[in-house]
Nanobody, 115 residues
Framework: QVQLVESGGGLVQPGGSLRLSCAAS????????RAWYRQAAGKQRELVAT???????NYADSVKGRFTISRDAAKNTQFLQMNSLKPEDTAVYYC?????????WGQGTQVTVSS
């Protein structure tokens, strides 16, 4: 069973940057989209960014211009570069891969933005 393993979370001051990574333990065929979601305490999980197999990206309004999603298909890895972080970005971040047949989820990585 293919698993997604995230890394790169942590504590950062407002205005700082973090880069999240998500690596698949095996090959996922026919990937349609890769995505990052986040869930803050007491709130529903929300979509942060997506990237299609063709490379098209889309972002939540709250992170546009600050976050960048990318992927290295050859290494089955996706990234989320987060700049100009704000306290309201504090959440558990989850990576997601949709093959059309099923969705794969990472275990989540905590991002805390605080001074």
């Amino acid at each position: 069973q293919v698993q997604l393993v995230e890394s790169g979370g942590g504590l950062v001051q407002p205005g700082g940057s973090l880069r999240l990574s998500c690596a698949a333990s095996g090959t996922i065929f026919r990937i349609k989209t890769r995505a990052w979601y986040r869930q803050a305490a007491g709130k529903q999980r929300e979509l942060v960014a997506t990237i299609t197999s063709g490379g098209s990206t889309n972002y939540a309004d709250s992170v546009k211009g600050r976050f960048t999603i990318s992927r290295d298909a050859a290494k089955n890895t996706q990234f989320l570069q987060m700049n100009s972080l704000k306290p309201e970005d504090t959440a558990v971040y989850y990576c997601n891969v949709d093959s059309g047949l099923r969705a794969y989820w990472g275990q989540g990585t905590q991002v805390t933005v605080s001074s």
